[in-house]
């Protein structure tokens, strides 16, 4: 995986802290093993993800990727 991806799985393991996979899946809108192997960098996310998680989360690019 590329850096974009590990700076995203810092931010999602940040802002979930020690929230349970299914109830950070409900605030952001993704299934917990979508959450579990972004956080892993098992995975990449699309482009429309990631604009649903910038939706609940309240954030931007720049607070994900800096």
């Known amino acids: ?3 974009l991806d ?6 999602l393991r940040r802002k979930r ?8 899946s409900q605030k ?8 579990f192997r972004l956080e892993q960098e098992q995975q990449s996310i699309t482009l429309s993800k990631l604009q649903i998680v910038m939706d609940r ?6 607070d ?3």
């Not at 802290?17 to 950070?24: H, I, L, Q, W």
Request: proline share 6%; glycine share 8%.
């Open 6 to 11: 590990k700076e995203l799985a810092a931010f």
């Open 17 to 24: 802290g020690d929230m349970t996979y299914k109830a950070f």
């Open 64 to 66: 994900i990727f800096g």
């Open 57 to 62: 989360l309240k954030c931007s690019v720049k």
């Open 1 to 3: 995986m590329n850096s």
């Open 28 to 35: 952001i809108g993704l299934p917990p093993s979508t959450i």
